[in-house]
């Protein structure tokens, strides 16, 4: 209590000395106040001069901090304006500090924990009645208790009066679900959280903070498909499930179509004429048209066939299918022979 | 090309002969630029409004009044200086000391096809007004709302170049305009041509009207009947959002581009003669869309590269739905 050290302590803390207030709890002096006694055999200074050592040396820790800028007050133009917003600071702490001192006593405190106290107990209270209803779903655990003795008079206990009684089987199967809903719950949430971290993630690493970014809801489960996706490929593995949305079950005509396509788009890159991912079918027909000029027609024919079939919602007939497959043939035959006699018919 | 091999319905054939209608009555006076008139065209056919930019003296104007007049529609301009006010547009309410009431005066927008020309030129609050008509096909003044009559398109003009004492569109403004079109200087014959035309008199004096409104009416509810493949809904998804998280852009496309998009697709499918729409559809119209829809970063415009650029690198970078295309990764690389 005699050192200046533990006065200031005190002073910062809860007990400011001042005459009147009557609250002398001194808890954090209390507390420092023998340690610092042993060590520092100062001598004794009052709670006013220790303040003004205090604010004194907070002054010039803050002048020294902003010295090295160009605005501190110790050197820049605004040093009326720190001063006064300094003075202006202390001031307001201590009329706050002297307020709540005033204001605060040790009455009123424990009304306020005890207030806290009561809000504490219900809620544990709660806590307790639904936990208890909860644990009504599980069988209690099995007595492992001696046999009853045969001189010990038995005892006929009263039947208890059970709302609700769930057998053993009944009990496990509700167990396992309440275990597999709370497992599913915990799964959700991380996957959502996972989900948004991703997202942030993406924005992060593609420099979009500030810009408009659209949500992505499944965006973490795409991602992750495709990482599968490709830890699979690079093991050689064949991917198990089946990309991408389930396609509704095409008409056999369409899909013939759409078969025959297919097979000239890789006859055609396996000859070097491969189809960029950007170019649209009567796109490819130019390229197609540019490099193999004798197939014209059944190039011609072939694409539009197929772009029919393929995004519109009209079949083609028997008779169109039979000159898809025929010019497919055509193309074909056109491939084998040698270049020089290559010649284009028109079969129309 | 495409024609060739299409056998579709009736109503969509009407709508591919009303084009073929339009398309050579304003060629009579427009020469050449058969995709702008078509563009203008299909902008009518979704209700949507078109802005033409270029340099002056290549016909935006002319064109303007030759489709306004191919089509019938009352017709109304506005000239757009740094004077202009909202009322001027929309009309404001007077009192007549006759009947010692206040009757409303309707402004030029109150029309069927609205030329705003030089819309850059007046001023923010002015083009603002601008903004319920384009989008809700209203307009409020004096807290009393007044319906535009059907079909309403406005078709602003813009230069380019000369900007001191303009006022760029905002973003919002811009959005609102279906397609931003391009009239392009014409060739050697084509400017002939012009020469030839314009010889005796203005050929766009006594341009007949080939269409009626009703038939106009009846053409936009037909273009949304054609048909547009899942895929296809999803490539036009894949081109707006690539806009998003492109890195030399800095704020992509709105929602309401991918609609635009998408019934544009359909108005051009049945001008084609289609009762679908293919992935060719979607590409052409790609850059008229989107183009003016997205703010580029400022370090790409200090390069010298354009709004169409980055669309023709968007369009050759997300793949087409067909056979062989695999459907794109999620990630946003």
Sequence with gaps: MGNPPSRCLEGSGWNCHLPGLGFQRRRFGCLVEPRLARRSPLPALDPGTAALIFFSLALLGMSVSHAREQNSWLSGPYKGLWFGFLLFSIALILTLGLLISVAVNPSLLDFILSLLAKAGQFILEMIQIFFSFLNSFFSPPKPAGLPPSLRMPQISRPPEEIFWVFSDSVREVIRFIWGMGCLTLILVALWRIAGQVFNWLRRKLSGLEGAEVEPLPGAFRED??????????????????????????????????????????????AKGCGRHISQTPLEYLQTLLQWLPEGRWDFTFITHQYVRARYSLLVPTEKELEQVGRSWQQLKQIRSKPAAKRTFKNRR | MDQAFDATAPEVWRVKEAAERILNNVNQV?????????????????????????????GKTLLAKAMAKSMGCRFKRIQCTPDLLPSDVTGIHYFNQKTFAFEFRPGPIIAQIVLVDEINRAMPRTQSSLLECMQEQQITVDL???????????????NPIELEGTFPLPEAQLDRFLLRVRMGYPDEGEEEAILTRFHQSNPSDDLPSVLEVSEILELQKNCRQVYVEDSLHRYITALTRATRTHDKIKLGTSPRASLGLFIASQARAAIHGRNYVIPDDVKSLAIPILAHRFIAKTETRMKGQSQEDIIKEILSA???????TRRPAPSSS
């Design chain 1, 224 to 269: 992750f498909w495709h990482l599968l996706r490709k830890i699979f490929l690079a093991l050689r593995i064949k991917w198990p499930f089946r990309g991408g949305r389930k396609s509704p079950p095409l008409l056999s005509e369409i899909e013939s179509v759409r078969r025959i396509y297919r097979q000239l788009l890789k006859w055609a890159a």
């Design chain 2, 30 to 58: 427009i020469v050449g630029k058969v995709e702008t008139i078509q563009l203008v065209l299909i902008a009518l056919l979704c209700e949507g409004h078109v802005l033409i930019e270029d340099v002056p003296g290549v």
């Design chain 2, 144 to 158: 009393e709302t007044v319906l535009l009559p059907r079909p309403f398109m406005i078709l602003a003009t813009q």
């Design chain 2, 318 to 324: 997300v793949p087409v739905p067909m056979e062989g």
